[in-house]
């Protein structure tokens, strides 16, 4: 068996029962002493299901060999968290959604059980997701400053809109005026984007998709770009500061901070199980087209 990684939300203990399922088959489908588990999910996981977590080892970035494939056990925001953590190892993410909706899951925790076989003999596609990456001269910028879904520029908690002035490739492309901006990959255009109204695209696409966040104007609509495009961006804030997010993760930086975003240097590769793919997912969770 090869190894495999496992990280995990720890806040998710109405889903014991699936989870004490989905381990124990695991660990029957497989070698326990190659299931290695992320230091704060295993102490999670001794607590709640003590007897099968005994047999899980803790994960050593060091050790050999590398794994082969990384669970993410939550929720999408479990599977941006672990993308972060896997960085440009190339290593494989498969989510098993226990969490809300698991837009980024291959499988749900109820079901994955009987599927745990299939997972640890290998039997998953691999699709590479490009991401963007977040440049500024700041030493405020979150380490790690990639971003699997999207780059958001945002107010802070004001009254007062605030003005991103954007630069594609040099060439001042719009000055919006709103409550900021979303710099969406394909993967992340049915996340936070969807919600202010951009478009949803097919995550192999190469393109970023531009939204503004409740512009303070009617001509100001989202915008697809190429992704070898270079954004640079700078905010006029009556506050003097704005909220920069990275995947969710915020920060506050003051306003005559540039920030750039360009392609990452590396692919997150996302595991799905065979059969799957980007219409039906959008049909089941999203209930894209159906009529009720």
């Known amino acids: 068996m090869p190894r495999i990684d496992i990280y995990g939300n720890s806040r998710q203990s109405t889903k014991l029962h699936e989870l004490r399922r989905f381990f124990e088959a ?5 070698s326990p002493e190659n299931l ?4 704060e999910y295993l102490l999670f996981l001794r607590e709640v299901i003590p007897d099968t977590a005994a047999r899980l080892k803790p994960i050593d970035a060091a050790s050999d060999p590398a794994p082969s494939l990384a669970l993410s056990i939550g929720g999408d925001g479990t599977f941006l968290t672990t993308a972060n953590r896997i960085g440009g190892s190339g290593t494989p993410i498969m989510g098993i959604n ?4 698991g837009y980024l899951s291959a499988a749900d925790i109820a079901q994955a059980d009987a599927l745990a076989g299939r997972i640890v003999s290998g039997e998953f596609s691999v699709e590479p997701r490009t991401l963007l990456q977040v440049c500024s001269e700041s030493p405020l910028l979150p380490p790690r400053p990639f971003a699997l879904n999207e780059v958001a520029i945002l107010k802070q908690a004001t009254a007062s809109m605030i003005t991103v002035e954007t630069r594609l490739n040099g ?12 710099v969406s990959t394909p993967t992340g255009s049915t996340g936070y984007n969807l919600s202010v109204g951009g478009p949803v695209v097919s995550p192999n696409s190469m393109e970023w998709i531009l939204s503004p966040v409740a512009p303070h104007s009617l001509y100001m609509r989202p915008l697809v770009v190429d992704d070898s495009s270079v954004l640079s961006v700078r905010v006029r804030s ?4 704005f909220m920069l997010a990275i995947d969710g993760r915020s920060t506050s930086l003051p306003e005559d901070t540039e920030v750039v975003l360009r392609k990452a240097p590396f692919r997150i590769n996302v595991a799905h199980l065979p059969g799957q793919n980007f219409i039906d997912t959008l049909r089941y969770k999203l209930h894209w087209g159906i009529d009720k």
């Open 36 to 39: 290695h588990v992320d230091n």
């Open 238 to 241: 009556r506050s003097g500061f």
């Open 26 to 30: 695991l660990t029957l489908s497989g």
């Open 171 to 182: 060439h001042l492309l719009a000055s919006v005026g709103g409550d900021g901006l979303i």
């Open 98 to 101: 226990s969490g809300h909706l």
